[in-house]
């Protein structure tokens, strides 16, 4: 990602003269340099040239197309930009889009304002007649208001960067399915065509014995290399560890994590599913080797399911630099006790180190189906604070992203469960938190993570033309249900038969 870019668009036309031209490209530069100064905004930003006529404004959005190194275009109208001219190069427009509304003056000079400087701040109707042609033209963008030096405006237009990132990364990527889905799971299912056509991403299958070959190729000195660097890096149980009754395992484990890493590298992989129902030549469920993998950026979803992986994936890549983290997760099991009702999340194995809090240690435990030798495992608590589950599910003729926003809380010691964990509190309570995911049609399989937020994903839905569902600190029932009746409408009719 470090070499994209976000082009701005600033619009004018020419009825005030070349002069007042001059003042807008200038005004729009300062702009430009602000946001490129600030922390938030993670992709740099770059100034074509104004756009004043409807050829400038279709030769700006084909090049923007074209540039494979431009992600996203944000637009402002420092003038009042006429929105026919517009029409053309928004039909032809690929790109995410994001209209800023903002003034290049912050204030009223209530002593020395003129026509000169009503002329020149003209953003409150320019962008209401750009505001128009988007929505006349139905074009998903996000709009984003207040002064350009406003943090919260420099925050906003930070976070919409960081959703185009997970865009964009999606686009071409690729997920690997080792075996197929859990055997008559319905959720983790879904139509793999549709989701290339609404995501840009290609989910194909490999047989294991695929994998098993990879790992078999693994050369004995790489594996006590790994095994050292597990020894360094976490608690590593006695057993484990080299001289130890179970030390083959922890071997077996870092050569299992070497094959997987070659197999995903050689194949251009930004993710991948298997299944403890297929695991025909291998001798435990990948458990250690994915938790490292999660927590190098791939995308994971267990029992086959590939939507949690494209969407770990692509949070992970939203939340590329911020502290917390992004991991799989599954709503485990509940505490249901009259002071107060929790949800226990957690996986037989995958949950990302990413979200530890204090130093994993590296385990041994019997993992009771699928047959196969003890898996080994990093077990650790994640940490209290703020953070949200996200589902994605297939309803058929469209996907729907379902967000619940969650408190992570203390919990007491869990000295006998052999898995990482995280204890939450849902927004605005359980009761409601629990009945609208279910109503949405909520998966068990979630991405969760401490960085990436609601505003990111609606970002994120809102490029990719999906339905975003958020239950939060707000969220009423009786509300919730009419939306979900209003949006199979509008999905309906606004997908129709490409679904
Ligand atoms: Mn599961």
């Not at 959720?187 to 995501?199: L, P, R, W």
Request: with cysteine.
């Amino acid at each position: 990602m470090s070499k994209k870019n976000i082009w701005f668009l600033t619009g004018s036309q020419h009825l005030y003269g070349a002069e007042a031209l001059q003042q807008v490209q200038q005004n729009s530069e300062t702009i430009v340099k602000a946001f490129n100064e600030t922390e938030v905004t993670v992709v740099p930003i770059l100034l074509p040239k104004l756009v004043t006529t409807p050829e400038e404004i279709t030769q700006t959005c084909i090049a923007a197309n074209a540039d494979s190194e431009c992600i996203g275009v944000i637009t402002w109208m420092h003038t009042f930009s006429l929105a026919k001219m517009w029409i053309p190069g928004l039909t032809l427009l690929q790109k995410p889009l994001c209209h800023l509304h903002t003034q290049f003056h912050r204030e009223i000079p209530w002593d020395s304002i003129d026509m000169d400087f009503m002329n020149l701040n003209q953003a409150a109707h320019g962008d209401r007649e750009a505001g128009f042609i988007h929505t006349r033209m139905r074009l998903n963008r996000k709009v984003v208001v207040g002064h350009w030096s406003d943090p919260e405006v420099q925050q906003r237009i930070g976070v919409w960067m960081r959703a185009v990132r997970g865009w964009t990364d999606l686009q071409g990527a690729k997920f690997v399915r080792f075996g197929d889905n859990m055997r008559q799971v319905a959720v983790t299912d879904g139509d793999k065509v549709s989701a290339e056509m609404q995501f840009g991403i290609s989910v194909n299958t490999h047989g294991v014995g695929d994998l098993v070959a990879a790992v078999n190729k693994v050369k004995p000195s790489a594996v006590a290399a790994l095994c050292a660097d597990y020894e360094k890096t976490y608690k590593v149980a006695p057993a484990l560890k080299k001289g130890g009754k179970k030390h083959e395992s922890l071997r077996y484990n870092a050569k299992l994590e070497l094959g997987l890493r070659a197999f995903l590298e050689e194949g251009d992989f930004k993710g991948y599913t298997n299944t403890f129902e297929d695991l025909h030549g291998l001798k435990q469920l990948p458990g250690l080797p994915t938790q490292r993998l999660m927590a190098d950026g791939y995308g994971f979803g267990a029992e086959g399911d590939w939507k949690t992986a494209a969407l770990v994936r692509a949070m992970k890549v939203m939340d590329y630099g911020l502290k917390g983290g992004t991991s799989f997760m599954e709503d485990y099991t509940y505490h249901l006790s009259p002071k107060g009702h929790q949800v226990l999340g957690s996986h037989m194995l995958e949950i990302d180190p990413a979200i530890a809090a204090g130093k994993p240690s590296c385990e041994i435990h019997p993992l009771g189906i699928g047959g196969k030798e003890d898996p080994v495992r990093l077990v650790f608590n994640a940490p209290t604070g703020n953070a949200l589950n996200a589902s994605l599910i297939d309803l058929g003729n469209r996907f729907r992203l379902l967000v619940n926003e969650v408190k992570a809380v203390k919990h007491p010691k869990l000295p006998k469960l052999p898995v990482a964990r995280a204890v939450w509190e849902c927004k605005p309570n359980f009761k409601t938190a629990c009945q609208a995911w279910i109503l949405a049609g909520g998966a068990h399989h979630t991405g969760y993570s401490y960085a990436v937020t609601t505003e990111m994903l609606e970002d994120f839905a809102n490029i990719a033309g999906v339905e975003l569902v958020t239950i939060d600190a707000d969220t009423r029932i009786s509300e919730f249900k009419q939306t979900l009746r209003n949006n199979e409408v509008y999905y309906h009719l606004n997908q129709g038969f490409r679904a």
